[in-house]
């Protein structure tokens, strides 16, 4: 673990970032409520709803992470022109995020999760959504967009937030990691089984365990770290890959530079909610990454913001001076 005065150093560079999202973002939709009977209709508990409220989700979390963080996010993303289409360009609006990279499309829906929780306890969540990819017509709209937007502001990363519902198609990630190429801009990405092996020449590939063996198409022990490595680090040259950083939930994180790798423990957590972690460990690890970290600091520091959100309900983020408060006080436990 880095020492508190350089995390301090660094997160203090954050907000001199500007980094990009792109992907497909969501509303995610709570209902919470008490539970005291099941329903005489079927053996199904009946929640007496209590509070709704409606959050950022997907690549659109990351984006507030980013902001949380101290960093500028500008998001890049396809919604629909419907009633949660309005609903997520509100709540852009509200957290005074930009909104030049949302582009609205009257054939698709606007993806939205609805989660019903009683007392911290997850019992149904619903999703209304299209997977399918942007038709022909709408990703060459989509890549133009991207164009213009890396050619107008200064870039520092450009994360992909790929949740599979269409927005990350191939010629959208082919395109954009030229021009990131071009520019010598760093590629952060948190891939889905769909496009996985679409993601090549990146900077760092950010899967968690499930995602790493559907993608691979390989059937892996998550204890059996060596093996992890050798897959990992076969990959990596494969698809030319700087690093590779894995989450394995409640084990921690493994990370791979392609020569040696370092797995970093999950630190001992009541774990209430494990929703958006990943949006929190990738928006870390960009914005670490661009600070100059060293990558095993980087991969430690990100399974430390990952952990502060498993601790509570829904999809959050982390603020940079939470983080490093963390980061310090599990220093000096070390």
Same mark, same amino acid.
């Given at each position: 673990?880095?020492?508190?005065?350089?995390?301090?150093?660094?997160?203090?560079?954050?907000?001199?970032f500007?980094?990009?999202?792109?992907?497909?973002?969501m509303?995610?939709?709570?209902?919470?409520?008490e539970?005291?009977?099941?329903?005489?209709e079927?053996?199904?508990?009946?929640l007496?709803s209590?509070?709704?409220?409606?959050?950022?989700?997907?690549?659109?979390?990351v984006?507030?992470n980013?902001?949380?963080?101290?960093g500028?996010p500008?998001?890049c993303s396809?919604i629909?022109?419907?009633?949660?289409g309005?609903?997520?360009?509100?709540?852009?609006s509200?957290?005074?995020?930009?909104?030049e990279?949302?582009?609205?499309?009257?054939?698709?829906?606007?993806t939205?999760?609805?989660r019903?929780i009683?007392?911290?306890?997850? &019992?149904?969540?619903?999703d209304? /959504?299209?997977?399918?990819? *942007?038709?022909?017509? +709408?990703?060459?709209?989509? %890549?133009?967009?991207?164009?213009?937007i890396?050619?107008?502001?200064?870039?520092d990363?450009?994360?992909?937030?790929?949740?599979d519902?269409?927005?990350?198609?191939?010629?959208?990630?082919?395109?954009?990691?030229?021009?990131a190429?071009?520019?010598?801009?760093?590629?952060c990405?948190?891939?889905?089984?769909?496009?996985?092996?679409?993601y090549?020449?990146?900077?760092? &590939?950010?899967?968690?365990?499930? /995602?790493?063996?559907e993608? *691979?198409?390989t059937d +892996?022990?998550?204890?059996? %770290?060596?093996?992890?490595?050798?897959?990992?680090?076969?990959?990596?040259?494969?698809?030319?890959?700087?690093?590779?950083?894995?989450?394995?939930?409640?084990?921690?994180v493994?990370?791979?530079?392609?020569?040696?790798?370092?797995?970093?423990?999950?630190?001992?957590?009541?774990?209430?909610?494990v929703?958006?972690a990943?949006?929190?460990?990738?928006a870390?690890a960009a &914005?670490?990454?661009v600070?100059?970290?060293?990558?095993?600091? *980087?991969?430690a520091?990100?399974?430390?913001?990952?952990?502060?959100?498993?601790?509570?309900?829904?999809?959050?983020?982390?603020?940079?001076?939470?983080?490093?408060?963390?980061c310090?006080?599990?220093g000096?436990?070390?």
């Amino acid at each position: 673990m880095v020492n508190t005065g350089t995390i301090t150093k660094l997160f203090n560079t954050f907000p001199h970032f500007r980094i990009l999202v792109i992907g497909d973002v969501m509303i995610d939709s709570y209902m919470w409520g008490e539970v005291s009977r099941i329903s005489p209709e079927a053996p199904i508990p009946i929640l007496a709803s209590s509070t709704r409220e409606n959050r950022l989700g997907g690549a659109a979390n990351v984006a507030l992470n980013i902001q949380a963080l101290g960093g500028i996010p500008l998001l890049c993303s396809v919604i629909g022109e419907d009633d949660q289409g309005k609903l997520f360009m509100q709540r852009m609006s509200y957290h005074h995020l930009e909104m030049e990279g949302i582009m609205t499309d009257p054939s698709r829906i606007t993806t939205r999760k609805t989660r019903i929780i009683s007392r911290n306890q997850h &019992l149904l969540r619903v999703d209304e /959504e299209n997977d399918a990819p *942007l038709s022909s017509a +709408l990703e060459e709209r989509f %890549i133009r967009q991207i164009e213009q937007i890396i050619q107008k502001h200064r870039i520092d990363c450009i994360v992909f937030e790929d949740y599979d519902k269409g927005v990350c198609t191939p010629a959208v990630i082919a395109n954009t990691i030229k021009l990131a190429h071009e520019r010598d801009i760093p590629v952060c990405v948190d891939p889905k089984r769909r496009q996985f092996d679409a993601y090549r020449q990146v900077t760092l &590939l950010k899967p968690n365990f499930k /995602e790493l063996q559907e993608g *691979l198409k390989t059937d +892996l022990d998550k204890t059996d %770290i060596p093996t992890l490595f050798d897959v990992c680090r076969e990959y990596q040259k494969k698809a030319d890959i700087q690093f590779m950083l894995v989450s394995l939930s409640e084990q921690g994180v493994f990370i791979s530079n392609g020569r040696e790798y370092k797995v970093i423990p999950a630190h001992v957590r009541d774990v209430a909610d494990v929703s958006g972690a990943g949006d929190t460990l990738i928006a870390t690890a960009a &914005l670490c990454y661009v600070s100059g970290m060293d990558v095993f600091e *980087l991969a430690a520091v990100a399974n430390i913001a990952g952990g502060l959100v498993c601790g509570r309900v829904g999809v959050v983020t982390v603020n940079r001076e939470e983080l490093a408060a963390e980061c310090a006080r599990l220093g000096e436990k070390s």
